[in-house]
C-alpha cells in the first residue's frame, strides 16, 4: 500500500491560483517540483504510487502523482531534496486540515477519495465560500 505526503500550499487562495503558482515554477525550474529540507526517510514507500495531497485554505483539495525524490545543494550550500510531482492534478473530497510547517506522511487509510469525473462541473460558477459550506455538510 502506497504512502503519501500532505502538504501546505502556503499563500494559495483556490485550486486556480495553485496551478498558476506551478506553472510559474516549472517555467523556472523545467519541472513540476517543489523543495524540502530532508530526504522522507520512507522514500521507498512514497515512490510506490503515492501523491502529494495539497492543503488549500484548511481543506485536503487536491493531489498529484509523486515522481523522485532528487537529492541536491540548495543556494545557500546546504543539502535539501527535490520533490517532483506529475502536472495532473485530481480533485479529491474536501477534508479539514489545520495548519502545519513542511510537510506529513499520508497513510493510505487516511486519504480523502478522489472526485467522480464531472463533479467539479456541478459547482463550476459557484462561489468558493458556498462551494466549502456545502462540501463540509456533505452535501457535494
Known amino acids: 500500500m502506497a504512502l503519501h505526503m500532505l502538504k501546505l500550499a502556503a499563500g494559495v487562495a483556490d485550486l486556480a491560483e495553485l496551478k498558476e503558482v506551478q506553472?510559474?515554477?516549472?517555467?523556472?525550474?523545467?519541472?513540476?517540483?517543489?523543495?524540502?529540507?530532508?530526504?522522507?526517510?520512507?522514500?521507498?514507500?512514497?515512490?510506490?504510487?503515492?501523491?502529494?495531497?495539497?492543503v488549500i485554505k484548511g481543506q485536503i483539495q487536491a493531489r498529484q502523482r509523486i515522481k523522485k525524490f532528487t537529492p541536491i545543494v540548495n543556494n545557500r550550500g546546504r543539502p535539501a531534496v527535490l520533490v517532483s510531482f506529475e502536472a495532473k492534478i485530481t480533485l479529491t473530497q474536501w477534508r479539514?486540515?489545520?495548519?502545519?510547517?513542511?510537510?506529513?506522511?499520508?497513510?493510505?487509510?487516511?486519504?480523502?477519495?478522489?472526485?467522480?469525473?464531472?463533479?467539479?462541473?456541478?459547482?463550476?460558477?459557484?462561489?468558493?465560500?458556498?462551494?466549502?459550506?456545502?462540501?463540509?455538510?456533505?452535501?457535494?
Not at 97 to 105: D, I, V
Request: zero cysteines.
Open 23 to 54: 506553472k510559474e515554477r516549472r517555467k523556472e525550474r523545467g519541472i513540476y517540483a517543489f523543495y524540502t529540507r530532508n530526504m522522507p526517510k520512507r522514500d521507498e514507500e512514497i515512490l510506490d504510487g503515492g501523491s502529494i495531497y495539497w
Open 96 to 140: 479539514p486540515h489545520r495548519p502545519f510547517r513542511g510537510w506529513r506522511y499520508l497513510e493510505a487509510k487516511e486519504v480523502p477519495k478522489d472526485l467522480p469525473k464531472g463533479a467539479k462541473a456541478m459547482t463550476k460558477g459557484m462561489p468558493a465560500k458556498m462551494e466549502a459550506e456545502l462540501r463540509e455538510l456533505g452535501l457535494l
